[in-house]
């Protein structure tokens, strides 16, 4: 019998770093980051924190891509021989992150503020901006205009017209529903701005009524009234009336 006294153990092997994120589908590894840092990822949320480089950006569409392709494949579409949806799933992987979905996967787009130098303390409207979004329902179009009523106060901060319409169209580029796209666009301008007052209102068509279901061709016009635009109906009626003018 063998001694185990007079055996040596061997020298035992550090441990291999592991790396969390090797071999794993990029969306994966983004929906961890979120859990971890205590944050939601609603289909209407900027994750773009949360994913770290060109790299895995270029991952993720790979992955949207490959599953296009078994969305079009479950759907009995012959993407092999059919020379209309051979690229089918790359354009519309392309699309969602880059282009429709996009104020999901970017940053907000870099806004310049101005200080308020001649303490400006009337009513500015801005619009109609066309913008252009997703229902979360059914991913189909929203295609609308907004109209923004902003009253400055001596401390508030100033930005250029087109600085509106690329926050407007950074919040509008995610799947939502129109109320709470007013919603998180009045929140983003409120804290660029802080103006004593802020209207946004948004008219829009859904295709979701006119492509689906009961085919109907209504709009749904939503509004958001904060601070002085809530106290005073003179001010309301000044900015309806402006609008109207539009």
Request: charged share 30%; aromatic share 4%.
């Amino acid at each position: 019998m063998r001694n185990s006294s007079n055996v040596k153990a061997l020298p035992r092997k550090p441990a291999r770093a592991r790396n969390d994120d090797s071999g794993r589908p990029m969306s994966e590894v983004i929906r961890e980051r979120v859990r971890q840092a205590g944050r939601r990822f609603h289909a209407n949320d900027n994750i773009s924190e949360f994913i770290r480089s060109d790299v895995e950006r270029e991952a993720l569409r790979k992955e949207v891509e490959s599953r296009v392709q078994a969305l079009l494949e479950s759907l009995v579409i012959d993407i092999t021989h059919d020379h209309n949806t051979q690229d089918t799933a790359r354009r519309v992987a392309k699309m969602y992150l880059k282009e429709v979905f996009r104020g999901r996967y970017e940053p907000m787009p870099a806004v310049t503020e101005f200080p308020n130098v001649e303490r400006l303390n009337e009513l500015i409207v801005v619009g109609p901006i066309t913008v252009r979004s997703a229902c979360s329902h059914h991913l189909c179009p929203i295609l609308g205009r907004i109209w923004i009523g902003v009253l400055p106060n001596a401390n508030s901060k100033l930005i250029g017209l087109s600085k509106y319409a690329r926050v407007a169209d950074w919040v509008m580029s995610r799947p939502q529903i129109q109320e709470e796209a007013v919603k998180t666009l009045a929140d983003e301008l409120e804290r660029l701005l802080l103006p004593d007052g802020l209207a946004v209102i948004m008219e829009a068509d859904h295709f979701c009524m006119h492509w689906r279901g009961v085919k109907d061709e209504s709009s749904m016009t939503s509004s958001i009234m904060r601070g002085r635009f809530l106290k005073s109906d003179a001010l309301r009626r000044e900015l309806l009336s402006l609008l109207k003018r539009n």
